[in-house]
């Protein structure tokens, strides 16, 4: 099972744009006098694209980054917040450390290039056109983090949390809960 955490405050969506390397959505938070925001995206660069959007939208610094989860489409833009204090339960840091490593960045790169050439084909072979818009989805993204590959750097949470744990800011207080995992 993975960790699963929820948040009850006023937020903004951060709406992923197709193959910028922003695979899921991610969260941004008004604490009043600083940002939280909510998973960092699948690349560096929509990592920090994020980060430049929620800054001059609010004026405010973004002061905390929650990983949710291991998955890299959720924490593979943390760099981009490597000057914040970044919060998860330590099992997600646990399997951030353990399933994201990049042993060897060359291997990475070709199995990657050959899964963009097996979707490639996958893409010229469907008839079906939901699963064909959604090969080609998969396939911009994956190029996306093939560009992103070499300077991903993979950073983990400072500040862990088992059950609960409360942020309060000026205006709003925020309240994770893992509910397992």
């Excluded at 903004?12 to 390397?21: E, L, Q, S, Y």
């Excluded at 604490?31 to 430049?52: I, K, Q």
Aim: contains cysteine; proline residues 3%; aromatic residues 8%.
């Amino acid at each position: 099972l993975q960790p699963v955490l929820h948040i009850k405050a006023i937020a903004k969506d951060a709406i992923a744009k197709p193959g910028k390397g922003a695979w899921s959505n991610a969260g941004i938070v008004d604490l009043g006098d600083e940002l939280l925001v909510f998973d960092s995206f699948t690349t560096p660069s929509a990592g920090f694209e994020l980060r430049r959007q929620a800054e001059k939208i609010t004026g405010k610094g973004v002061k905390y980054l929650i990983n949710s989860h291991f998955h890299g489409d959720h924490v593979f833009g943390n760099q981009a917040f490597i000057d914040t204090t970044i919060i998860s339960t330590s099992l997600t840091k646990k399997w951030c450390k353990e399933k994201n490593e990049i042993v060897n960045l060359e291997n990475e790169i070709e199995d990657t290039k050959k899964y963009l050439n097996y979707i490639k084909i996958q893409i010229e072979n469907n008839q079906d056109s939901i699963i064909k818009d959604s090969l080609i989805n998969q396939f911009n993204e994956m190029s996306k983090v093939l560009v992103d590959l070499p300077h991903l750097k993979i950073v983990l949470p400072s500040v862990i949390f088992e059950e609960k744990i409360i942020i309060e800011g000026l205006k709003r207080k925020i309240e994770l809960h893992s509910m397992g995992g």
